[in-house]
């Protein structure tokens, strides 16, 4: 398995304790430890039984949340990770209000980083994508936040059912690598170019030499 906290692979070597039953079901606490980053995971188990054979209805990462998720960089701005943060912890048990915190991240560092400030996020996204202010693969996916956020905002029907979609775990998923790939363009990448420049200005600069232009 992959550990939820450093996420380097290992064999999974699982213990369970039981911690009781009630109507739904029987419920047991797996527990295992990363051999890399020495911290414990633990998973909830919900089970019934179908004669002697355990049958698992659900099994949920109880720690860590921000499963299968690097942990945010340093370079982002706390009031973007805070909200990108939020919507990992809530994905399992919302996917609806993990995808409105995507949202809600997106246009926060659309207005507040990229100073653009229109009367919705659709306009926002449009004026990003209109001006290419991505590079072509986030712009092919930054749209995804805008449409799979308005079904978390709003109860849109479906025409062929008449019943209201709901945000899958596969969409909000998808809005977290979204906001990953911003992070990178914006905040890491320009942090990274800079600290090598600076490292060159400053050789260069111990030469006699002219710095970077």
């Known amino acids: ?6 996420l380097v692979e290992f064999h999974d070597n699982r213990g369970s304790k039981p911690i009781g039953h009630d109507f739904e079901g029987y419920y047991d606490i797996e527990d295992s430890t990363c051999p890399s980053c020495n911290k414990m995971i633990l998973y909830l188990a919900q089970y019934t039984y179908s004669g002697n054979t355990r049958i ?3 099994r949920t990462l109880i720690r860590s949340k921000l499963a299968n998720r690097s942990p945010v960089p ?3 701005p706390p009031e973007f990770a805070n909200d990108y943060k939020e919507a990992c912890l809530v994905i399992d048990d919302s996917p609806k209000a993990s995808a409105a915190l995507s ?3 997106i246009q926060s560092i659309i207005r507040s980083h990229l100073g653009i400030k229109r009367k919705d996020l659709n306009q926002e996204i449009q004026e990003v994508i209109d ?3 991505f590079p072509s693969d986030i712009l092919e996916s930054i749209d995804a936040i805008r449409n799979i956020g308005n079904f978390a905002a709003h109860p849109i029907k479906s025409n062929s059912t008449g019943e209201i979609l709901e945000v899958e775990p596969n969409e909000a998923d998808w809005n977290l690598d979204v906001l990953e790939m911003v992070f990178d363009f914006l905040f890491v990448r320009p942090a990274l170019v800079k600290k090598k420049r600076d490292a060159l200005n400053a050789k260069l600069k111990d030469t006699g030499r002219p710095e970077m232009k």
């Open 1 to 6: 398995m992959k550990c939820p906290h450093c």
């Open 56 to 58: 698992y209805d659900r």
């Open 74 to 76: 340093s370079e982002v």
């Open 103 to 105: 949202r809600r991240c």
């Open 131 to 133: 001006n290419k202010l």
